[in-house]
């Protein structure tokens, strides 16, 4: 027996995919269970992230509740927040809306060539903030594997660690990177980015996610690695960062230490679902 259709949009920023459903005027009774079962490529429709539109606070537009194909809850991004935003700025007719997340308030403004701009909030650098196990410098954290080390971690709303490589295509992303990710160094598992500094303001960067692997794209994963390129010296405060999916421009903002992320949006289709076939 078929239950309540519900429609859904598929939407990407650079390759990195979402389906996003509307929960702003009904209460959906979304499980990790069913993000997980539509989020699966192969029995689902098949995302990087399953994002949840729901009633706004005050001082927001919209509140954004992002799940990873393993059902786990994220606390941001990046991608998603300009995808997101684009949608509800069309919807109420304005150029800058503010999405919410658990992690805090994104301003996102519209800007000329279909693009968009997120203010992704300041960078934790505290050792609690990521989180790690263990007190020691965010800058330089004693782990290694295999052809990779010396990672510079942070918080974006999610932990990032970024390793700095001198060859990027010559390592095995999809071997080391889940062993990384769930590192006891790292409580809540961690976001594992692999970059390549091409020049002062041009960075290569491959990602592997927490709870999704290896995507296109990864907004949260390029803030953090701008922030940590720069804290080695190794670029400016703003740079292209070029990932499978295509480029976003970011700026760590000198400031207020807030991070912003430049890049564009898409649509790729939408439909309707059956949420009662994803509950098992």
């Not at 330089?140 to 942070?154: E, Q």
Request: hydrophobic share 40%.
């Amino acid at each position: 027996m078929r239950g309540v259709m519900i429609p859904f949009r598929k939407m990407h920023g650079l390759g990195n995919d979402f389906v996003v459903l509307d929960g702003r005027e009904t209460k959906l009774g979304l499980t990790p269970r069913h993000a997980a079962g539509i989020a699966d490529r192969h029995f689902g429709i098949g995302c990087d992230q399953f994002i949840v539109m729901e009633q706004p606070p005050p001082g927001a537009d919209v509140f954004m509740r992002i799940r990873n194909p393993d059902g786990s809850e994220a606390g941001a991004c990046g991608n998603a927040t300009r995808c997101i935003a684009s949608l509800v700025a069309d919807q109420l007719g304005k150029d800058r809306v503010v999405v919410r997340t658990i992690a805090g308030e994104l301003p996102v403004e519209r800007l000329p060539g279909g693009l968009w701009r997120a203010d992704m909030g300041p960078a934790r650098l505290g050792w609690q903030d990521v989180p790690l196990a263990d007190e020691v410098d965010t800058l330089h954290v004693p782990l290694a594997l295999g052809p990779v080390a010396d990672p510079a971690v942070c918080s974006m709303g999610n932990p990032h660690a970024t390793f700095f490589v001198d060859d990027l295509d010559a390592l095995p992303v999809a071997e080391i990177g889940p062993r990384l990710e769930t590192h006891p160094i790292f409580p809540d598992r961690a976001n594992i980015g692999f970059a390549q500094v091409m020049s002062p303001d041009h960075i290569r960067l491959v990602m592997w996610e927490r709870g999704a692997g290896m995507t296109l794209a990864c907004g949260s994963g390029a803030c953090a690695t701008i922030v940590n390129a720069h804290r080695r010296g190794l670029t400016g405060r703003r740079a292209t960062i070029t990932m499978p999916g295509g480029d976003l421009v970011m700026e760590w903002r000198e400031g207020d230490g807030h991070v912003l992320m430049t890049g564009p949006v898409a649509t790729s289709f939408s439909g309707v679902l059956d949420l009662a076939a994803y509950a098992g």
